[in-house]
């Protein structure tokens, strides 16, 4: 490895960065602003700019809900990923869930079980009137 990059001069810049500024330089002198390489390489240089803002954006960006539901759960001593006992794996909150649905499913039926029972008994209290037929022009009720 050589040490002639990383020689500083009077002013303290290294002899690698000097070089990269003339070159830079030279650059700026042969791109005329009219010619099409000079405008390629300020679209290039904007959509670079554009990237990088784009970039710090994204990290400076806030929690999403979904991150914010796993703090939330991680605060309360919960498993941040499935909101059950911490260690809790996907294959058991899967479970756990299932059941809780299951078993809310039962109540659900067994109260629709109760309605229908409740319902019958009142519509045998209230049962219309036997109609029968008399005569062949009209009915009678009892």
């Known amino acids: 490895m050589s040490l002639q990059g990383n020689k500083k001069n009077k002013r303290g810049q290294s002899s690698a960065m000097l070089r990269e500024k003339k070159k830079k330089e030279k650059e700026k002198e042969y791109l005329s602003k009219f010619s099409p390489e000079y405008h390629k390489e300020m679209e290039d240089?904007?959509?670079?700019?554009?990237?990088?803002?784009?970039?710090?954006?994204?990290?400076?960006?806030?929690l999403t809900p979904a991150q914010k539901r796993f703090k939330e759960r991680e605060a309360k001593g919960l498993s941040?990923?499935?909101?059950?006992?911490?260690?809790?794996?996907?294959?058991?909150?899967?479970?756990?869930?299932?059941?809780a649905m299951q078993d809310a499913a039962r109540e659900r039926n067994k109260k629709f079980k109760e309605k229908r029972?409740?319902?019958?008994?009142?519509?045998?209290?209230?049962?219309?009137?036997?109609?029968?037929?008399?005569?062949?022009?009209?009915?009678?009720?009892?």
């Open 80 to 99: 941040g990923l499935t909101g059950g006992p911490k260690g809790e794996t996907l294959a058991q909150s899967r479970a756990r869930r299932k059941k």
């Open 45 to 62: 240089r904007q959509k670079r700019d554009d990237r990088k803002r784009r970039r710090e954006e994204r990290r400076a960006k806030k």
């Open 117 to 142: 029972k409740n319902k019958n008994k009142l519509q045998e209290n209230t049962k219309p009137k036997k109609r029968f037929n008399t005569s062949k022009y009209g009915s009678l009720s009892l």
